[in-house]
């Protein structure tokens, strides 16, 4: 019997250790509802000393708030079915009156006590706060950029018809340096438009508000669109373009945005032409691989450093790809918007380069059997 008391008064002890370094606020309250312990945490929230709350009211510390009529409707039914806590949101007032937030876990007791655990809101309250101008600010910024792009775009499309219009005039002649400086602008406002356009579709990306149209398209048209969109481009620098296309995969379809696969393959076809030098070749080629089509553009030229490769895909990256591209370099929005726009279609975009050799860029979509 000894023995058993000692452990009682042992576990006891223990219990006590526990409450009294809980990180939480604990009150214990009689049925008249005044305080009859209360732990460390709950005297350093309220600056007051231990002898100064017990038996205190709880009306003291705690704002009126707390005495609705759905709080006592709660309790009444929470001390018929004891074990039953009852959560509140209030504040809880320190020596100096100032207004603290706090959530209150209610449980009832027995004797119509209560057991109160509080826990500080004030963190939490701030977490909010700064979540809530975030969102603000985003929003700010999601309606500056769409202003901005509608007012850049505009009348850099309209740059960009008239030159195009002056160039194919054919009422008077250019002079050739004259017409070099207006393709050479007219060049430059196409890319401005491109590089709009790409800040534009990485903003939609990430703000998940880009939209894709999937639908069954077949392969050999697709091919024909982007082969036709850089067929001038091809020819103006001596380059062969060719297609190799498998004549098996006239029999399928694949589930795709139209559209934005076609601007992946554009944007990987054009990179090829504009790094490739007059005489060599591209290639542009789609085969099957059992169930999947893989679509390649294959360069003669242009090679990849191994460790660079990793990092080709990432946002804003600038990479020197070889000597023999005169050590140009880019941002190479374009590449993180294909990914993207392919792993979309539950698939990934890979790179292979040969050493003074070629450059690869794949990648497979499954096939409509």
Known sequence: MHNKANIQLKNLEI????????????LILDKNHNIIYANHVFSTLVWYSTKEIIWEN??????????????KKCLIKSSKELNENIYCETNIKTINWKLIPILCQWTPTINWGIVLNISDLRELRTLQQAEEDLIKINETKDEFISIVWHELRTPMTSIMWYLSMILDWDM??????????????????????????DVLSIWKIDAWKMEYNMEESEIMPLIKSVYKDVYLEVSQKW??????????????????DKDKLKQVLLNLLTNAIKFTKSWWKVIIKASKQKNKVRFEIIDTWIWIAEDKLNILFDKFTQVE??????????LWLWLSISKRFIQEFQSEIKIKSELDKWSVFYFDLELIE
Not at 58 to 71: A, L, M, V
Not at 239 to 256: A, G, M, P, R, W
């Open 239 to 256: 380059i062969s373009l060719k297609v190799d296309f498998d004549e098996k995969l006239d029999e399928y379809k694949i589930n795709t």
């Open 172 to 197: 008077w002649d250019i002079n050739g340096d004259v017409r070099k400086a207006i393709y050479h602008s007219y060049n430059s406002s196409v890319r401005l438009i491109k590089l709009v356009n």
């Open 15 to 26: 219990y006590k250790q526990i409450v009294e370094h809980m990180s939480d606020s604990l």
């Open 58 to 71: 709880k009306n003291i510390f705690f704002d009126f708030e707390w005495e609705t009529k759905e709080c």
């Open 321 to 330: 790809w070889s000597m023999q591209r005169e050590n140009t370099s880019g």
